[in-house]
């Protein structure tokens, strides 16, 4: 960050060169966030014993009462009805037995394939699998899809809509190729079979007939009989040239409840207590492998968890000293988030304090670690900022701002852009609030080499560099709970699909 860019920010909002002098009690609180700290927090919440922290699990309600704990330690309120916990109504959807047949060969589930669409079946269905490939009027015009497995090739796209076009046009159901290379497929296939024993955990909803089976592109090509290079062509402009097969297949689920919590502590403020500040973190991951390893999650998302906890803690040793914020100030700790947002997709569209009293969300998802991009730097003192100028101008400069007067970290937003191809703004929490028009700010440190590996491990966080980036959002966390008018909604939101 060029210190001109935030200058300017700065006297935008209305501030003076004068501004800049560092506020002593800030820093005072500030300062209070300790590595000593988040590595003893840390040291708990991922270790072995916690068996990675998975959504309803013994282990994960051992998190959420630690957290709930932590927050009645520090005086707040359990602003659910005197509780620290918000039910989450999720279940467990297991799909008992996935058979899948081309030609002779039956395919082995979580090796040949991945089953992620919808089904229950009472028994076989018999039809044929034709081939597709890219997902145009064109090719639909030249492949009978009607009642048909239809093979379709989306690498590189967004398979969602590709999936809903050719449902829509009577397929009975998918196989689909959405990434290259057999390695690609394979660390898929192993998270899934990770996950079949203990089920997709999501919202309970009526089941939808939509058969819907991932291969990898090198298993296309065998279940057609031909070579990956000759499907790639034929997808383009002549996929009836590729021999259809014979298909059968099956799918039968079960559901069961699952018991999830989000985690609230709540610091009421002073004469804008009808304002609240929302600061999150997910603190699930997603539990052990298939042979009995554990995902720790210390950087996904545990470093964001115990974050939160010691900004929380600044702002609760402020308030015990007399020094409350201006604007009540709302620590959510969310459940589900490796299932798919599921805890703050519950909490704001059911929201303990009305949406339109919430103020910003600030969201921390991995902040502990130093990524591909910055590994080899000189200076590493960075940290990526997504999402903080689309729905507020003013959200972006007072954390500049912040970062300029207190921190001087590299804020980095290379992230920020509508068409990154990693989509990071749409895999973390703040996206369900951006969706109800809040402005958010989301910091992130990005992917490196053990992101969701059980070798995401206490002993490689970077606690020196984890404890500045936590002091800069509970800075920015402090502006924004204490300035006189809260930030203007005067963007809009251009990113609303997942």
Not at 141 to 161: F, P
Not at 296 to 314: K, L, R, Y
């Amino acid at each position: 960050m060029k210190k001109r860019f935030a200058l300017t920010g700065a006297l935008a909002l209305g501030l003076t060169i004068g501004s800049f002098a560092q506020n002593p009690v800030q820093v005072k609180y500030a300062n209070t966030i300790t590595a000593g700290d988040l590595e003893e927090y840390l040291t708990f919440l991922a270790s072995d014993e916690m068996k990675g922290r998975d959504t309803g699990s013994p282990e994960g309600l051992i998190a959420a009462n630690y957290l709930a704990d932590f927050y009645k330690e520090l005086g707040f309120t359990g602003p659910v009805d005197g509780s620290y916990f918000q039910a989450v109504p999720l279940v467990s959807t297991k799909f008992e037995e996935v058979n899948l047949k081309i030609g002779k060969n039956k395919l082995v589930s979580n090796e040949d394939y991945v089953f992620i669409g919808d089904g229950d079946m009472k028994k076989s269905a018999k039809t044929d699998l034709v081939f597709l490939g890219l997902v145009t009027d064109e090719n639909l015009a030249k492949v009978d899809v009607k009642d048909k497995l239809v093979g379709i090739w989306a690498v590189g796209e967004r398979s969602n809509n590709l999936i809903n076009t050719v449902m829509d046009a009577g397929a009975a159901g998918i196989v689909i190729v959405s990434m290259e290379g057999q390695a690609n497929f394979d660390r898929i296939a192993n998270r899934y079979k990770t996950l079949a024993g203990k089920g997709r955990i999501g919202f309970d909803k009526p089941t939808d007939q939509r058969p819907i089976f991932m291969v990898s592109s090198d298993k296309m090509g065998e279940l057609f009989g031909t070579s990956v290079e000759e499907l790639k062509e034929a997808a383009k402009s002549n996929p009836e040239s590729i021999k259809s097969q014979k298909a059968s297949y099956q799918v039968e689920k079960s559901k069961t409840p699952v018991e999830a919590y989000n985690v609230l502590g709540f610091l009421e403020g002073t004469d804008k207590k009808d304002e609240v500040l929302v600061i999150s973190s997910h603190y699930d991951h997603v539990g052990v492998s298939s042979t009995g390893e554990v995902f720790n999650g210390a950087d996904d998302d545990g470093s964001g968890t115990v974050s939160v906890m010691e900004i929380a803690q600044a702002f609760g040793t402020a308030a015990k000293d007399g020094i409350r914020p201006r604007r009540s100030i709302l620590f959510l700790n969310v459940t589900g988030e490796e299932k798919g947002l599921l805890g703050s997709q519950y909490y704001s569209e059911n929201p303990i304090f009305p949406i339109a009293n919430t103020v910003n969300n600030i969201n921390i998802d991995m902040v502990g670690r130093i990524d591909y991009e910055y590994q080899d730097a000189e200076n590493k003192d960075y940290v990526y900022v997504i999402g903080s100028e689309m729905l507020s101008t003013d959200l972006k400069k007072i954390n500049e701002y912040n970062n300029i007067t207190y921190t001087d970290l590299i804020l980095d937003y290379r992230y920020d852009a509508e068409d990154d191809p990693n989509r990071f703004y749409y895999r973390s929490d703040h996206y369900n609030f951006a969706k109800f028009d809040i402005p958010v700010i989301f910091f992130f440190n990005g992917v490196h080499d053990d992101y969701h590996q059980v070798t995401d491990t206490v002993d490689k966080i970077e606690f020196p560099l984890m404890t500045k980036r936590a002091q800069l959002i509970f800075h920015t966390a402090w502006d924004l709970a204490n300035r006189e008018n809260r930030t203007r909604v005067d963007g809009t939101n251009t990113r609303t699909d997942r």
